[in-house]
């Protein structure tokens, strides 16, 4: 059963009958989906459903891991990322990714985590406004501009979490993909996070796994609910603008979901 | 269960006894090491000054003299062991890290596995039919080249670990934003597993710092300074050997002192290397 | 029209840089092997002089004389035998209670210091025991220990003869005190691993601290401390400076312990600067080849052993 695929045109990424593999369990089945270009696509879903597999299948790291593997197409602006003579890194420089876990690398200062992806031979004020630039749309600037050496284990994990989309936004991708990015936060950090994807969405293309259905709700302009069948396959079950999905979905599994009933 | 049965008076004594004796024993293998560091440092520190730490060894019979050559030797012989040990056991261990499972990764490790239990007089007469016998001399390079062979297994072992101990985010994360493995492993996830690494060389030098069998028939030793790793060359821990079984009490007493400067320098290597593992384990937990 | 990535069992190496990367971690995997695969061809090549000149029975000829260039191992083999068997005899004793003592009775401000105590043995070079033996160890075996056991065994051929101080005997006691760091340390560990409920039910069935420890959680750790100790026999065996310094270099085969004797390793040491003969030298070759073998196969056992009861290493 395919979903609905999004308003022609509008989807920037999206997959064809993806299968994605750990070892022999397959943990996500035919997965057929669309993200709009520049809006905010959340995945819901209960835990094991295979969202977050899904999402690192967009930029190809799904398959870094043993045993991993991947079947069928995702296309991004029409072009099969999996195709064989594609490399890999450069889908990743088009496709951005924040964890859920804030990961900023902790030999480099602030300032060189921010600057990883800049391109390359860049004068040192170049640096300095990219690095700025990155911080700013993060919305962290302020908070580092006097401490861009120090080392970044030392801020909070909110502003961790912000730095290392500052670095994924300085690569300049076209579709920024965030798995569970408020799950390790306090209640104001994760505030702080969900007005940044907001403001985000109006340059980038944002698909957010999210286990908060409010956050689902409060963040996303379509959102897609998955779930696993009975052997284990992670299967999209309705994808809809977010408001239709919340208050009438199509799928009686959906409302099971969204109303409580299990998950 | 009747009373008589339990024997609990006996039985107690005798557990009493028991843990008695195990304590005795940890408690006499500690006591043994304390008895021959006292020793050492008893017998060893009345000889050290600076005479004998810049010196060339004297002749027989001739008193004072000091093993300079030999701690220079150590040092050349042990910073070249280096060089060579750490770009290959750095190199397989990043291997191990990346490809993890699989036949090649595990006959791998099945070597560095057999090479570790190797007796290091066998790895000397190795270096000694690569390096010795083809050359028809001795050189420092030869027992460089069979302390490599000494300090590789711990090498590849600690630093396979140290890269896997790398959290999996911090390499996703710069895989994801489009890093090569290259770039990814050398600028991110080796810095990262520095501490680990160093600590690896650090016991690893501590290892061989102390072995001689090795050099009898690689460096072979020397009267002289030696820079040339071309040449045989002193090494202090062949010098003590061959003052240990010398007849001279003069000699002897040198021993003593050069094995005072071996236990201090193991002593300070494996204990740096302890308390960097220490801070580094807590720098991650901040 | 679909594609299948297809396993992947390995990282991905796509980019030049990436290939040029490999090609030098892939280069240095493959110089490691190649030392350690040269390693045995070349004691091989160096020993076969002596393989093909004396054959199997280079194993039991008991003649050691390179003057007339007759070379049999066995006073080696036997010396080797005997002082490891010491050694690991009193090291497995010690070293296991100590092991028992520090994870399961000792109180964890003993067990610490005590343990890294311990360890420290481990770390101190051989040429140093080598030392202490010689000039602190052989002559109280001379003139305390030995005449000790002489007047109540030496009725036994074991504790026969004169005592000279270096001999089967101290080189044992050498040994064991080399080995008994690791003993202890990979014994302690087995038997931390032996699960608490284990321990729990053997004290609720109403055994003693004592009884639990050597009745049930020993007996659940042997296959773990005999590995440990196979593990610690190995690194006797090889063991060269510290025996050939107190064990008095003589190829022959006595039944007293206070004989001085020849291991494998340490005839090696002894011998190898003054070997003349091609012949002499390919022999003594060939007994480092022994050493290998035996170190390769006493090693693999042991791990086999501690791996089924650690789990992954």
């Not at chain 2, 190797?118 to 027992?143: C, D, E, M, N």
């Not at chain 3, 029975?57 to 004389?65: G, N, R, T």
């Not at chain 3, 008994?180 to 014994?187: E, F, L, N």
Request: hydrophobic content about 55%; aromatic content about 8%.
């Amino acid at each position: 059963m395919t979903a609905v695929v999004t308003k022609a045109g509008a989807a920037v990424l999206s997959t064809e009958d993806l299968n994605a593999y750990y070892g022999a369990h397959k943990a996500v089945g035919d997965v057929s989906i669309g993200f709009d270009r520049k809006a905010v696509t959340a995945l819901i879903g209960p835990s094991g459903c295979g969202k977050t597999t899904l999402l690192r299948c967009l930029n190809r790291i799904h398959e870094v891991g043993f045993d991993a593997r991947v079947q069928g197409r995702v296309l991004l602006e029409g072009q099969d990322i999996y195709a064989g003579d594609i490399d890999p890194m450069a889908i990743r420089r088009r496709v951005g990714m924040v964890f859920q876990r804030p990961n900023p690398f902790p030999t480099l200062s602030i300032l060189d985590n921010a600057l990883v992806c800049a391109a390359k031979g860049l004068s040192r004020n170049e640096k300095m406004a990219c690095a700025e630039k990155a911080l700013r749309s993060a919305a962290l600037w302020n908070e580092v501009k006097d401490k861009l050496r120090s080392s970044p284990l030392r801020l909070s994990g909110g502003q961790q979490q912000r730095l290392c989309i500052a670095r994924a936004v300085a690569a300049e991708p076209e579709v920024l993909l965030m798995d569970e990015p408020t799950a390790s936060l306090d209640p104001i950090a994760t505030a702080v996070i969900e007005e940044l994807i907001a403001s985000l969405a109006e340059d980038f293309t944002i698909v957010a796994v999210t286990n908060n259905m409010q956050q689902a709700a409060r963040v996303s302009d379509r959102t897609a609910f998955m779930l696993a069948d009975e052997t284990g396959v992670g299967k999209l079950i309705e994808i809809d603008d977010t408001a239709k999905l919340f208050t009438k979905p199509s799928d009686s599994r959906t409302e099971d979901y969204i109303t409580g009933r299990f998950g | 269960m009747s009373v008589k049965y339990q024997r609990l008076g006996f039985r107690r004594a005798y557990g009493a006894f028991g843990t008695m004796l195990a304590l005795f024993c940890a408690a006499l293998a500690a006591a043994a090491l304390l008895a021959i560091l006292g020793y050492v440092v008893v017998q060893g520190i009345g000889a050290i000054n600076w005479a004998f730490l810049t010196q060339l060894p004297h002749p027989v019979g001739v008193p004072g003299g000091g093993v300079g050559n030999g701690i220079l030797g150590t040092i050349i012989v042990i910073g070249i062991a280096t060089l060579m040990a750490v770009p290959v056991g750095l190199l397989t261990g990043i291997y191990l890290a990346l490809f993890g499972r699989g036949a090649i990764p595990e006959a791998l490790r099945f070597l560095s596995d057999v090479l570790s239990g190797v007796p290091s007089i066998a790895i000397g007469l190795f270096a000694y039919a690569v390096l010795v016998a083809p050359l028809k001399h001795f050189s420092a390079f030869s027992a460089s080249f069979a302390f490599m062979m000494l300090m590789l297994p711990l090498l590849v072992r600690t630093s396979e670990q140290a890269i896997r101990s790398v959290p999996q985010t911090v390499r996703e994360g710069a895989l994801a934003l489009g890093m090569s493995n290259f770039r990814a492993t050398v600028f991110i996830v080796l810095p990262t597993a520095r501490p680990a690494i160093i600590t690896a060389l650090l016991l690893a030098i501590a290892r061989v710092t102390g072995e001689t069998a090795p050099l009898l028939f690689t460096a072979f030793g020397s009267q002289f300074w030696e820079k040339n790793p071309n040449n045989p060359m002193a090494v202090l821990a062949l010098q003590v050997f061959n003052y240990a079984i010398s007849p001279y009490p003069n000699w002897q007493a040198q021993a003593w002192a050069g094995a005072l400067l071996l236990v201090v320098a193991v002593l300070i290597l494996s204990l740096g290397a302890r308390l960097m593992l220490r801070n580094a384990m807590r720098g991650l937990d901040s | 029209m679909s594609t299948d990535t297809g396993f992947r069992r390995v990282a991905r190496f796509v980019s030049p840089a990436d290939r040029g990367f490999a090609a030098v971690v892939y280069g240095g995997s493959i110089l490691f092997a190649l030392l350690i695969v040269a390693l045995f061809v070349e004691l091989v090549i160096g020993a076969w002089p002596s393989i093909v000149a004396f054959g199997p029975s280079f194993i039991w000829k008991s003649s050691w004389d390179p003057i007339t260039s007759k070379f049999g191992a066995l006073p080696m083999i036997y010396g080797t035998v005997v002082t490891s068997f010491i050694g690991i005899a009193l090291a497995a004793f010690v070293g296991i209670m100590a092991a028992v003592f520090l994870s399961d009775f000792a109180p964890r401000w003993l067990a610490t210091p005590l343990s890294f105590l311990i360890e420290l043995l481990a770390a101190v070079p051989s040429v140093v025991y080598g030392l202490w033996g010689l000039f602190v160890l052989s002559p109280f075996v001379r003139t305390t220990i030995g005449p000790a056991l002489q007047h109540v065994l030496g009725w036994t051929p074991l504790f026969s003869g004169p005592i000279y101080g270096v001999g089967l005997l101290t080189a044992g006691i050498i040994l064991a005190l080399m080995i008994v760091p690791t003993v202890t340390a990979i014994s302690r560990d087995v038997i931390a691993a032996i699960p608490r409920d284990l321990r729990e039910a053997s004290m609720a069935l109403g055994a003693t601290k004592w009884e639990t420890a050597t009745r049930v959680v020993l007996p659940a750790a042997r296959v773990g401390i005999f590995g440990a100790c196979i593990l610690a026999l190995g690194r006797a065996l090889g063991e060269t400076i510290a025996v050939t310094m107190v064990i008095g270099n003589r190829p022959q085969i006595s039944a007293s312990l206070f004989a001085p004797s020849y291991t494998l390793a340490s005839v090696i040491a002894n011998e190898f600067t003054e070997a003349t003969t091609s012949i002499y030298i390919s022999a003594l070759i060939e007994l480092g080849l022994i050493l290998f073998v035996v170190s390769i196969v006493v090693n693999a056992l042991a791990r086999v052993m501690i791996w089924s009861v650690r789990g992954s290493r």
